[in-house]
């Protein structure tokens, strides 16, 4: 991820002091810069998950599984590991995490 330039502005330099105002304006300008790189991790989050396909859930508590269905719940892909006959809840139990990346 390619970082910002801070620009901080009106920053206290060797002829003028630090004080209250000084501080201030350096914490304002950093919570605005964690505020745009936190804003700027989330889209590209949303990016990766979207491009993945797991930015949708498709488990249904409204549907029955059989063993070996994948599904994805919570922004995670799952597979079923013991049958699900009767429509319900989400129950981890039934489920493993499929790993993404398998270092092998």
């Known amino acids: 991820m390619a970082m910002n330039k801070i620009n901080f502005q009106n920053l206290p330099n060797t002829t003028t002091p630090i004080n209250s105002t000084n501080l201030n304006q350096m914490q304002d300008n950093t919570e605005d810069y964690v505020d745009e790189t936190k804003t700027s991790i989330n ?33 995670t892909i799952y597979e079923c590991t013991t049958a699900i006959t009767t429509a319900e809840e989400w129950n981890s139990s039934k489920w493993t995490i499929v790993p993404i990346i398998v270092n092998e």
Request: cysteine-free.
């Open 43 to 75: 889209a590209d989050i949303t990016k990766l998950l979207t491009a993945l396909g797991l930015n949708v859930d498709t488990y249904s508590s409204s549907s029955t599984y059989a063993v070996g269905n994948m599904v994805i719940y919570n922004n």
